[in-house]
């Protein structure tokens, strides 16, 4: 069993800034690539940043040149948020792909709200 854990959400004005923290724990034999998606209100769940093992990243073009992805160790990613607008108000996910035990499955987490308002 693996377990990603998030933290850093939370309210702030537009133009504001906040950085999202997962870490990944439990039975690890190895991560290709870590990343966050966020699903707004009443849309579907989408790809914001991703980070390989190899540390290529990727991006979504709403996002680029606001948010940066990094990782801290292997089992550790950030996703630094700056310059936040309305539209990126949703529950912010983080997704890991690699093996852990006898499973390959993809492994999410549990969801950080990022809310931005005035």
């Known amino acids: 069993q693996v377990q990603l854990v998030e933290s850093g959400g939370g309210l702030v004005q537009p133009g504001g800034s906040l950085r999202l923290s997962c870490a990944a724990s439990?039975?690890?034999?190895?991560?290709?690539?870590m990343g966050w998606y966020r699903q707004p209100p009443g849309k579907q769940r989408e790809l914001v940043a991703t980070?390989?093992?190899?540390?290529?990243t990727n991006y979504a073009d709403s996002v680029k040149g606001r948010f940066t992805i990094s990782k801290a160790n292997a089992k550790r990613v950030y996703l630094q948020m700056n310059s936040l607008k309305p539209e990126d108000t949703a529950v912010y996910y983080c997704n890991a792909e690699g093996s852990w035990g006898s499973s390959s499955d993809p492994c999410w987490g549990q969801g950080t709200q990022v809310t931005v308002s005035s």
């Open positions: 439990g039975v690890i034999n190895g991560i290709n690539a």
């Open positions: 980070i390989t093992s190899g540390v290529s």
